[in-house]
C-alpha cells in the first residue's frame, strides 16, 4: 500500500500495485462502440465528418459499420455528430497482430483489459521464459508529433515503473530486442529507420506505436510520409491510439513477446 | 490593441515611403503596407525593425499565381511593450523569382529565407546560406508549396550532399549525432567540431520529422485541420489549436464566450505547468541526479491523469474547437483541478528546494549553456530561452488573447524592479531552470483565477461561409514560446494557405551559439534546459 504520510521527498512507494490507482476516466476516448439501430441514414454523416477515413465506406455485404482502428484518432467528431449511432467508449482499444486486424467488425466485442500490474507481471514471466534475461528496447521515433513519446516516458516514471518488470529502454539497436517505433515515418526518417532495424540482432521484434505509425494517422500518405510503419519495416504488432497509453503500450509489448515465444516453441 | 499607436505606425510609415507603398489595409491589431516594388523590401523593414523597434514575427510566402500575379510575401512584425501591433509588409515577387534578402540586416530572417527558397524555389538575394531545411533527399526542382505540385506525389530519393560548415586545425575532430538518439527524443542531427571535449562549433541539421503540415492542411477541411494544429508538437496542443482557432475566429469574425476564454486560458496553464516540470525533470536527468527527476516526473503524471479526466486526453487533444471549447469545465472539475495542482505545487516546492540544496546539481547548470543576450536578441529568441537572458518577452501580456489580461498598470518602481531582475538574468541552463519554476508557480495561480467562471457559453457557433482570400494572424504562447499562426481562406471554407511558425522555430538557432563554451557531455543538459521540439520545428 501507499504510504502518503511521507510526502513526496520521503522515499513513499508511488508505484502502482492495483487497478484502482490506474483508472480510467469516463471521457477518456479509448475505443468506439456502434448501435447499429440508431444508423438510419446517419451512417453516411458519420463517415463524412472522420478526418482519416478510418470509419470505412458502407459495402453491400457488411451489415455493420467498420472502423480501421490503425487509423482513428479518436477525435470523438464522428460520436459528436451521431450521438445515437457512435459511442465512445472509455476502454482503451487493443493492441493486435496483423494491420488487417485493426479493421473490427463493430459490434459489442470489446477488450477485457487485465490491471497493469497483472499484465507487467505476466509479461516477465515470459521474457525471462524467452530470452532468460530482461527485455531492451529501443525507441525510434520515425516524425512523430512527440505525443507518443510522452506516453514511452512515462512507462518509465516511477507510477509506471516498467523496469520492475524486467524491461529496460536501451540506447543503440545493437543492443535492443525490441524497436518501439512511434510516426508516420516520414520520407526523411526512412532511411534512418531501416539501417536502425538492421543494426538489431535477431530476432527483430517490432511495434508500431499510435495510429501514425500504424496508417499515417492524421498525416496519411503524402509526399514526405511513407503511410506507416509497416512500408518500411516489417511490423509484428500494431498499437491503436493518438496516444497510446501506457497500460496499452504493455499490452502491445506482452502480444509481441507471447508472439515470439509461440514461434519458438 | 491600440488604435492610437496604429495611427501613429500608420502615419509615420506614409510619411517616410509615401512613393514605395502602394496600399495601407487594416485588419483588427495588424497593420498591412502593401509595397509597389519588392525591391523595396529591405529599406521597408529596416525602419520598422530597427526604428520602430519591433521582433520578427515570421516571413509568410502564399503561391497566388491563381489570384493575383504572382508569389507573395508577407514580413510581419510584432511591437510588444503594450501597443499590441502586428505590422505586414507586403510585396509581389516578379516573375523572375528573386528578391532580396533581408537577413544580413535582421539575422532571424535567414531561416525563413531558406524555408521560402526551399519550398517555393524563390530565390533570396544576398543570403550566403541557401541550404536544404527539409526536403533531404528529394530531387532538386520541387516546391512542395506551390499550388501546381500535388500533395500526394511521390518522388524518387535522390542522394543530396549537406555541406556542414568544416572547422579546420590541428586536433579537430567531428562528432556526428543523430538522427536516431540515444534516449527517448524525437529525430535531429548534430554535427560537433571538437577539440578535446571543448566544443569549438555545433551545426544542427533538422527536418527529419517534416510531415509537409502545411501543404496537408490546404486539403482539410476547417474542422480536421483543427486535429492537425494539435499534432503539431503534441505536447503543445493546446498552444497551437488555440493560436489555429484565433486566427480562424478572425478572420470570420466570431468572438468567443467569455467563458471559452477562460477556459483556453486554463487549458493552456495546465500545459505549461506539466511541460515545465517535464523539463525540469529532464535537467535533472541530464545533470546526473536521477532521483530529483523520479520525483518531478511523479509529479507530472499526476497532472497528465488530471489532464485526462477533464479533457479524455492526457496531452489535452480535443480541447479547443473554433468558435469555443469542446470542453466544459464544471463546478466539479474546478474543485478537482485546485486541489490537484495545490498539493502538486506543495510537493513541488519541496522537491525544487532539495534540488536547490545539492551543490552538485546546481554548479553542473550554473554557466552551462550561456546565450548571450546580443546573439538571443538578433536570432529572435522567444519563450522561457529569452526570458532567461534578460529580454521581457511573453505573448500572453505583449499580445493578449483568451482571457489574458494585458499586463497591469505597474509603478515606475515596479518597472524598474522588473528590468532590474531582467538584468540579473545571465541565459545559463540555472537561469533557464529558475524561470521555469518561477513561472510554474505563475501558472498555478493563473489557473485558480480563470477558474472562477461565473459566466456562461463555452461555443458560439461555427463561421458559416468565410468571404474567400481572407487572412489573419493567431497567436499564442506555448510553454516553448510565441506561436504565430497565419491563415488564408480559400474558396468554400478551404485553407488555401497555413502559415505555422511555432517557437522551436525561432529558436532552435540559437543553440549553436548556447553550446561555445562548454564540452561535449554538457551538451543533452544544455539541450534539455532550451527544451525545443524537433516536430514543432520540421512540420
Redesign the interface.
Known sequence: MKDKTKGIMGNSIETVRDTDSLFIPDNYRGSIAFNMESANGKRELAESVCPTKALLPFKENYSDLLLDYGKCIMCGYCAEITPKLIKINSKPASPVNTRASMIERLGPQIPSLASYEQTGNELRGKIQELFGRSLAIREVDAGSCNGCEVEITALNNPIYDIERFGIHFVSSPRHADLLLVTGPASKNMEVALKRTYDAMPGPKIVIAVGACACSGGIFGDTYSTTGGIGNVIPVDVYIPGCPPRPQTLLCGILLAIGRTLSHTK | MNTIYLDKYKNEMLEKFADKIDKVEENGNEIHFILKDVNDVPLTCNHVYSILGTRLATIICTDELGIKNGFVLRYVFGKENREDIFIFITAVVSQSLFFPSIALQIPAAALYEREIKEMFGLTPTGNPDTRSL?L???PEG?F?LRKE?L?????A?QQRQYQFLKVEGDGICEIPVG??H??????GHFRFSVLGENIINLETRL???????E??AES??L??AL??AE?????E?VANSTAYCQAVEKISGIRIPKRAENIRVVFGEMERIYNHI?TLAGISTDAGFAFGA??L?????RL?QLN??L?????L??VNRIGGVR?DISAQDSRLVISTIGTVLR?FD??IS?LKAKSSFMDRLKDAGRIPRKAAQDLGVVGVVARAAGIDVDTRHDHPYAGYLPRNHRTPQQIIEDQIEMEKRSGDALARFEVRVREVRNSAAMVEEMLDLDCDGTFTGMPEKITPYRSALGYSESHRGQTVHWIMIGKDNSIFRYKIRTASFCNWPIIGHAVLKDIVPDFPLVNKSLDL???GN?L
Open positions: 527539409v533531404h533527399e528529394f520541387i512542395p505540385f500533395l500526394k506525389t511521390k518522388v530519393r538522427p536516431v540515444a534516449g527517448i527524443i524525437e529525430p527536418g527529419y520529422a517534416h510531415k509537409g503540415i501543404k496537408l482539410m477541411k474542422d480536421d486535429l492537425l499534432r503539431i508538437s503534441g505536447d496542443s517535464s523520479a520525483r516526473y511523479i509529479l507530472k503524471e497528465m485526462e479526466s479533457s479524455g486526453s492526457r496531452i487533444f480535443g470542453c510537493d519541496k522537491i532539495f521540439s524537433y516536430s520540421d
